[in-house]
């Protein structure tokens, strides 16, 4: 069966995205002659081209800061089948045993559930708090600021565009489920009033950082990915650690591993992990 018989897997709404992680066997690599390695590194670097000529398909590369990982990649499309195929061909891409997995997490873009919806931002913001009148000019203007404000953020969730900014964090998290702390036994109303509030903690680094939440419930160990990209460490430092006082943080997160990588020129990235 050709790839072209084999049915997409593309969500209703939404991409696939894999964050990929891998160390590189410098024992293997030093096997290699220097034209072996020139061909090596020329198959990478067709390779990250032809995905990232992809409809619709984003890959960030960037070098790992600490010894977790050497080579990471951010992989976002819309078909798994896509996706699988282009992780397997990454895998192999220096050769095979050089790029050894350190670490993977697959996850989707997704919508927020809490967030507001048009019929809640004016009974309650419009009518309720503004006092506008239904129908008036004003209400009808503002109506349709929010509707383009809306727009946007629904875009940026599920169909993002990331900037070439050079520092990238990406970690898992979950929502605890113990006793008295278990965020789905909280009702809907208490959940969203204590999203909101950490949602006002992110929007206070807009322009410094830039983050994208990905669902990963059933995909993967945890329930979301969260991607940080920032031009200044100090900035990914501050907005973890002031939302770790937000009480969503403090009494119902849970965390995987921290990965801090640079987005780097390919030639760069080779230097960098002396390939």
């Given at each position: 069966?050709?790839n072209?018989e084999?049915?997409?897997?593309?969500p209703r709404?939404g991409?696939?995205?894999?964050h990929l992680?891998y160390?590189v066997?410098?024992?293997?690599?030093?096997?290699?002659?220097?034209?072996?390695?020139?061909?090596?590194?020329t198959?990478?670097?067709?390779?990250?081209?032809?995905?990232r000529?992809?409809?619709?398909?984003h890959?960030?590369?960037?070098?790992?800061?600490?010894p977790?990982a050497?080579?990471?990649?951010m992989?976002?499309?819309?078909?798994?089948?896509v996706?699988?195929?282009?992780e397997?061909?990454?895998?192999?891409?220096?050769?095979?045993?050089?790029?050894?997995?350190?670490y993977s997490?697959?996850?989707?873009?997704?919508r927020?559930?809490?967030?507001t919806?048009?019929?809640?931002y004016?009974?309650e913001?419009?009518?309720?708090?503004r006092g506008?009148?239904?129908?008036?000019?004003?209400?009808?203007?503002?109506?349709?600021e929010?509707?383009d404000?809306?727009e946007h953020?629904?875009?940026?969730r599920?169909y993002p565009?990331?900037?070439?900014?050079p520092?990238?964090?990406?970690?898992?998290?979950s929502?605890?489920?113990?006793g008295?702390?278990?965020?789905?036994?909280l009702?809907y109303?208490?959940?969203k009033?204590?999203?909101?509030?950490?949602?006002?903690?992110?929007?206070a680094y807009?322009?410094?950082?830039?983050q994208?939440i990905?669902?990963s419930?059933?995909?993967?160990?945890?329930?979301w990915g969260?991607?940080?990209?920032?031009?200044d460490t100090?900035?990914?430092?501050s907005?973890?650690?002031?939302m770790?006082?937000?009480e969503?943080?403090?009494r119902?997160?849970e965390?995987?591993?921290?990965?801090i990588?640079l987005?780097?020129?390919?030639d760069?990235?080779?230097?960098?992990v002396?390939l």
């Amino acid at each position: 069966m050709s790839n072209s018989e084999i049915a997409p897997i593309v969500p209703r709404e939404g991409w696939h995205v894999l964050h990929l992680f891998y160390h590189v066997d410098h024992g293997q690599w030093s096997l290699l002659g220097e034209d072996e390695k020139r061909q090596a590194k020329t198959q990478l670097t067709e390779l990250v081209h032809e995905i990232r000529a992809t409809p619709d398909t984003h890959l960030l590369v960037f070098s790992i800061a600490t010894p977790k990982a050497d080579i990471g990649f951010m992989l976002l499309t819309p078909d798994l089948q896509v996706a699988n195929m282009y992780e397997k061909q990454l895998a192999l891409s220096l050769g095979t045993d050089i790029l050894t997995p350190a670490y993977s997490y697959l996850s989707q873009t997704e919508r927020s559930e809490y967030t507001t919806s048009r019929e809640q931002y004016a009974e309650e913001t419009l009518v309720g708090e503004r006092g506008l009148k239904e129908g008036s000019e004003e209400y009808e203007s503002a109506l349709k600021e929010f509707d383009d404000r809306m727009e946007h953020y629904l875009k940026h969730r599920l169909y993002p565009v990331l900037p070439d900014w050079p520092v990238i964090c990406f970690y898992p998290m979950s929502k605890r489920r113990s006793g008295a702390d278990n965020w789905y036994s909280l009702p809907y109303e208490e959940r969203k009033r204590l999203m909101l509030g950490h949602a006002r903690t992110g929007r206070a680094y807009s322009g410094r950082i830039l983050q994208l939440i990905t669902g990963s419930t059933g995909l993967d160990e945890y329930e979301w990915g969260v991607t940080l990209l920032a031009k200044d460490t100090i900035d990914v430092k501050s907005i973890v650690y002031e939302m770790r006082f937000d009480e969503v943080s403090a009494r119902f997160g849970e965390f995987g591993d921290f990965y801090i990588g640079l987005q780097l020129p390919l030639d760069v990235l080779f230097r960098r992990v002396c390939l």
